[in-house]
């Protein structure tokens, strides 16, 4: 499912805007103009649209950790995939500033 998404990165002050290009439960894939190693963390905050909630549109953050990184054509676009590791929904308005600062929201266990 391709949605709108901004993606924080550990380090950089910035965040950065991204597209998903399918996410699940477990996982997402998006791209960035930037390459990630294994292991790495990233926060990615995005509304998952009516159509998926079933109801009025839901902002969520989640915790994920880069399982891989796949160069694209150019060197501006690279692909992510992430294991999400946490969970945390978002109250309308607001939204915590960095990863210190999140709550933990649900915990996936493999």
């Known amino acids: 499912m391709k949605l709108p ?47 998926v909630t079933l109801t009025d549109p839901v902002r969520v953050k989640f915790l994920a950790r880069v399982v891989r990184a796949i160069p694209g054509q150019s060197a501006a676009r690279v692909g992510i995939a992430a294991a999400i590791e946490e969970y945390e929904f978002l109250r309308a308005g607001g939204e915590a500033g960095d990863f210190s600062g999140m709550q933990p929201g649900w915990k996936i266990r493999s």
Do not use: K
């Open 5 to 51: 998404a901004s993606v924080r990165v550990r380090g950089i002050a910035n965040q950065v805007f991204a597209e998903t290009e399918n996410i699940s439960a477990r996982g997402v894939f998006f791209y960035l103009d930037r390459c990630m190693t294994e292991g790495e963390q990233v926060e990615v905050t995005m509304a998952l649209p009516p159509q």
